[in-house]
C-alpha cells in the first residue's frame, strides 16, 4: 500500500493539472494534501481524483474562507471521520480519518501553523497529548509540520529549541518518524528558503505498533515536464512517499 502526504501550494492554482499527473504517476492508494483550498483549482483536483478512483474524501475547507489553507484526504479504501478529543483548535489544518484497509489504521492530515500565527506551540502540545493518550490502534500523524532537529532537519541550525525538543518528545512516547529511523544521515530536504537553505518541514509519525509495517518512506519532488529542471515547479515542497504491508 502506497501513502502520499504533499503540500501543494496555494491551493494548486493554474498547476492544478501537473499536480494531478504527479499523483497519477505515484499511484497512492491515499493522499494527504495540505495548503488545499475551496478555489476552483483545488475543487477540481478533487474531482478528478474521485473520477480517476479516489473516490472516498473529505476536505476541511471554511465556506466562508475559500481561499483559506485546508486539508484533504482522498482514499481508494473507505474512509471514516474520527472527532479524537482535544485536538489542536484548528479545524482546517487536522484532520483525522479511519482508513478501512484489510488491516485499518488511522490517518490524521495535519498542517502545523507558523511561529508567528501564535498557534504552532499549542499546536505541538495537543499533538504530543494525544500521543501519549493513544489508544485508537495503528496510526500515522503525517503533513507539514513546520518543524524539525536543528542541524538534522536544516542545513544551517535555524529550527528554535522548541521544534527540538517536539521532535524528541515524540520519539520519547515511541512513535516513529518514518524517514528519520529508515535514513538516520539523510539530508533530502522538503523545503528550500529564497536563500537556498535547506529545510525537511514534512514528516510521517507512526505509532510503535505500526511502524513495522512501513516498508519505505522517501521524500520526493513533484515534476512538470514542461520544466523538468525547476524543483518547485508543482509546488515549494516535496512529497511524502510511504510504502506500507497492506
Known amino acids: 500500500m502506497k501513502i ?38 483545488s475543487q477540481t483536483l478533487a474531482a ?30 473507505p474512509l471514516a471521520l474520527l472527532d479524537i478529543p482535544n485536538h489542536p483548535n484548528q479545524p482546517r489544518r487536522w484532520l483525522a480519518t479511519q ?19 501564535g498557534f504552532k506551540y499549542p499546536y505541538h502540545q495537543a499533538v504530543l497529548q494525544i500521543m501519549a493518550d493513544w489508544q485508537l490502534g495503528p496510526a500515522i500523524f503525517l503533513g507539514d509540520t513546520n518543524s524539525g532537529k ?3 532537519d536544516d542545513a544551517t541550525g535555524v529550527f528554535w529549541k522548541r521544534e527540538h525538543k517536539w521532535m524528541e518528545a515524540i520519539e520519547e512516547l515511541g512513535w516513529v518518524d518514518a524517514y528519520r529511523r529508515l535514513h538516520p544521515a539523510g539530508r533530502d530536504y522538503t523545503w528550500y528558503s529564497h ?10 509519525f507512526f505509532s510503535p505498533d ?16 514542461n520544466n523538468p529542471n525547476r524543483r518547485d515547479a508543482l509546488s515549494d515542497h516535496a512529497a511524502i512517499l510511504l510504502e506500507l504491508e497492506r
Open 4 to 41: 502520499v502526504s504533499w503540500n501543494i501550494r496555494a491551493g494548486g492554482g493554474k498547476r492544478m493539472q501537473g499536480i494531478y499527473d504527479q499523483l497519477q504517476q505515484w499511484q497512492p492508494d491515499v493522499i494527504a494534501l495540505s495548503e488545499f483550498r475551496g478555489t476552483p483549482a
Open 48 to 77: 478528478m481524483l474521485a473520477e480517476a478512483g479516489w473516490s472516498h474524501q473529505f476536505q476541511t475547507i471554511d465556506p466562508e474562507k475559500r481561499a483559506t489553507n485546508s486539508l484533504l484526504t482522498a482514499s481508494k479504501y
Open 99 to 117: 482508513v478501512a484497509t484489510p488491516t485499518p489504521f488511522v490517518l490524521v492530515n495535519m498542517h502545523i501553523p507558523n511561529f508567528n500565527t
Open 150 to 152: 536543528s542541524y538534522i
Open 195 to 204: 536563500r537556498n537553505n535547506g529545510f525537511r518541514l514534512d514528516q510521517a
Open 210 to 225: 505500526y511502524f513495522p509495517a512501513c516498508r519505505s518512506a522517501r521524500n520526493e519532488w513533484g515534476v512538470d515536464p
